[in-house]
T-cell receptor, first 114, second 111 residues
Framework: GAGVSQSPSNKVTEKGKDVELRCDPISGHTALYWYRQSLGQGLEFLIYFQGNSAPDKSGLPSDRFSAERTGGSVSTLTIQRTQQEDSAVYLC????????????FGSGTRLTVV | QQQVKQSPQSLIVQKGGIPIINCAYENTAFDYFPWYQQFPGKGPALLIAIRPDVSEKKEGRFTISFNKSAKQFSLHIMDSQPGDSATYFCAASILGNNLFFGTGTRLTVIP
């Protein structure tokens, strides 16, 4: 597609439930990032995928967070047993390749855990 | 640990004013410094970026000033307009690697 598409745009879930957030990157972009944006905290790196290489999971805050990227395209971020502190906007970005300039971000998924 | 420190947290200027947003970093290996602009409900969008081999870069009304020795860089918006009201993020990386973002500056330009 023309841009990075994320779904859902908003998600309200009860504490303890699992959620899945989806990202469709720009076609042909080999690199994909997930960031978390919390109020007053800027953008926090979560995980990075590059082609068929093993993902860089160094930013995942706990083992409740996981992500996968199927077929080198669509990515799903899963949060298990959600907690209230998981409430944030989850942003996905893609880039043509790692040497490129500038990420293209999606509009994000606003997650609210009640 | 915040890799990139950004200030101020918020900024209000009159139309036509020149808001300045400042960022500082510690990692001298960083060699790519972009600024992103984010409107409510949207993801951040790349605005302008600079490499450390130049001290200034200008694109339209937006200028980055870069001070390598001080490990600081700043964004200046000339002749600011109400449509520039947004949140601005600085970032830094070793080109090709993960971006580290500042905490953001909410800019309001009053008509």
């Amino acid at each position: 597609g023309a841009g990075v598409s994320q779904s859902p745009s908003n998600k309200v879930t009860e504490k303890g439930k699992d959620v899945e957030l989806r990202c469709d990157p720009i076609s042909g972009h080999t690199a994909l990032y997930w960031y978390r944006q919390s109020l007053g905290q800027g953008l926090e790196f979560l995980i990075y995928f590059q082609g068929n290489s093993a993902p860089d999971k160094s930013g995942l805050p706990s083992d409740r967070f996981s992500a996968e990227r199927t077929g080198g395209s669509v990515s799903t971020l899963t949060i298990q047993r959600t907690q209230q502190e998981d409430s944030a906007v989850y942003l996905c970005a893609s880039i043509k390749d790692r040497a490129g300039n500038g990420y293209t971000f999606g509009s994000g998924t606003r997650l609210t855990v009640v | 640990q915040q890799q990139v420190k950004q200030s101020p947290q918020s900024l209000i200027v009159q139309k036509g004013g020149i808001p300045i947003i400042n960022c500082a970093y510690e990692n001298t290996a960083f060699d790519y410094f972009p600024w992103y602009q984010q409107f409510p409900g949207k993801g951040p969008a790349l605005l302008i970026a600079i490499r450390p081999d130049v001290s200034e870069k200008k694109e339209g009304r937006f200028t980055i000033s870069f001070n390598k020795s001080a490990k600081q860089f700043s964004l200046h918006i000339m002749d600011s307009q109400p449509g520039d009201s947004a949140t601005y993020f600085c970032a830094a990386s070793i080109l090709g690697n993960n971006l580290f973002f500042g905490t953001g500056t909410r800019l309001t330009v009053i008509p």
